[in-house]
Nanobody
């Protein structure tokens, strides 16, 4: 099995910064895309940013110019640097990873448990 463990959430004032981390461990042969999503109660889980194994990235419009997604392949870890945070960024953030757990097998999607980000003065 594969586990994703997130860290780095918390309380920050508007305009502040946070860096989220998500480390994958377990039966990992390779990881394709890793990314961050967020979900407000009662709404769907939406993409924030993702990074492919080749380093290409995608961002939600709300994250462009403020957030940066990156990964360390040697550590199976994805990061989300969030700058100029706004109150509307307040919610739970989830990481996910597309993981191959056996050679030549399919990629499965795994999720972290979520980390709360609160932007408030």
């Amino acid at each position: 099995q594969v586990q994703l463990v997130e860290s780095g959430g918390g309380l920050v004032q508007p305009g502040g910064s946070l860096r989220l981390s998500c480390a994958a461990s377990g039966s990992i042969v390779s990881i394709n895309t890793m990314g961050w999503y967020r979900q407000t109660p009662g709404k769907e889980r939406d993409l924030v940013a993702r990074v492919s194994s080749d380093g290409s990235t995608n961002y939600a419009d709300s994250a462009k110019d403020r957030f940066t997604v990156s990964r360390d392949n040697a550590k199976n870890t994805v990061y989300l640097q969030m700058n100029n945070l706004k109150p509307e960024d307040t919610t739970v953030y989830y990481c996910n990873a597309h993981v191959r757990t056996r050679y030549a097998g399919p990629y499965y999607v795994f999720w972290g448990q979520g980390t709360q980000v609160t932007v408030s003065s």
